[in-house]
């Protein structure tokens, strides 16, 4: 009101412009502001939707690492590995064009005595770098890979002598729905000496272990799928 009195009062078809212009500008300023308003207050409302559903129940999910290490002690023994590990896929952050970043990490653990724990080294793990393995756990075989027999120039070499690891095999995790089956991670069995390495009754390395040790990938999606 202020601006239309002050344009009338002056008179004259420039001020009158100007003042338009005015009113129109601050009408804008309005106009943006109550639509990035609305937004935020919406992404707000978002956010805390999202807060409430992943709100966690921490006994449920004591018990269920507690179970899941537990698996991981009765492979590693039925295998007579050194150490197995849990791995599963999740997102970490986008790039600059609003694709996800795909990464890795190792949620459960468990190691002979005197073997190191490598855990808190596997986490946010490029998805790319581990390519191999991914293929292997697709592949769904209990094959013994040895770590040099890999290419001396890979990531996944590299890491894997980091850590000691002679030789491995991977058993896939999926989600299974009634539509698709979701690969969300796999686990990984190791040895880290060569004279652990499994042996028939002749003393021959073997190039693979029993079907059987693949009950575990079953009875760790069955506990994972429960939270």
Same mark, same amino acid.
């Given at each position: 009101m202020f601006l239309s009195i002050m344009v009338l009062a002056v008179g004259g078809t420039g001020w009158f412009k100007l003042g338009e212009a005015v009113v129109y500008f601050l009408l804008g300023i309005s106009a943006a502001g109550i639509t990035w308003l609305t937004k935020f207050l919406a992404e707000r409302s978002a956010q805390k939707k999202k807060d409430k559903k992943h709100t966690f129940d921490f006994n449920k %999910?004591?018990? %269920?690492?507690?179970?899941?290490?537990?698996?991981?002690?009765?492979?590693?023994? &039925?295998?007579?590995?050194?150490? /197995?590990?849990?791995?599963?896929?999740?997102? *970490? *952050?986008? #790039?600059? $064009?609003?694709? &996800?970043?795909?990464? +890795?990490?190792?949620?459960?653990?468990?190691?002979?005595? *005197?073997?190191?724990? &490598?855990?808190?080294?596997? =986490? *946010? %793990?490029?998805?790319? =770098?581990? %390519? #191999?393995? !991914?293929? =292997? /756990? +697709?592949? $769904?075989?209990?094959?013994? !890979? /040895?770590?040099? /027999?890999?290419? $001396?120039?890979?990531y996944i070499r590299s890491r894997l002598e980091s850590q000691n690891v002679k030789a491995f095999v991977v058993l896939p995790l999926y989600k299974k729905t009634r539509s698709v089956e979701l690969l969300i991670g796999f686990i990984r069995i190791e040895y880290t000496a060569n004279h652990l390495l499994p042996k028939d009754e002749d003393g021959n390395l073997l190039t693979t272990l029993p079907d059987s040790v693949k009950k575990f990938s079953r009875l760790v999606e069955g506990e994972i799928l429960k939270d």
């Open positions: %999910i004591d018990a %269920i690492d507690v179970r899941l290490v537990e698996l991981l002690s009765e492979l590693r023994t &039925e295998t007579s590995s050194c150490r /197995a590990r849990i791995f599963r896929f999740h997102n *970490g *952050g986008e #790039y600059f $064009d609003g694709e &996800e970043v795909k990464r +890795m990490s190792c949620t459960h653990e468990s190691v002979t005595t *005197g073997v190191s724990h &490598e855990i808190r080294e596997c =986490q *946010g %793990i490029l998805c790319n =770098q581990e %390519i #191999y393995l !991914i293929e =292997q /756990a +697709m592949k $769904d075989t209990t094959s013994l !890979i /040895a770590v040099e /027999a890999l290419d $001396d120039r890979s």
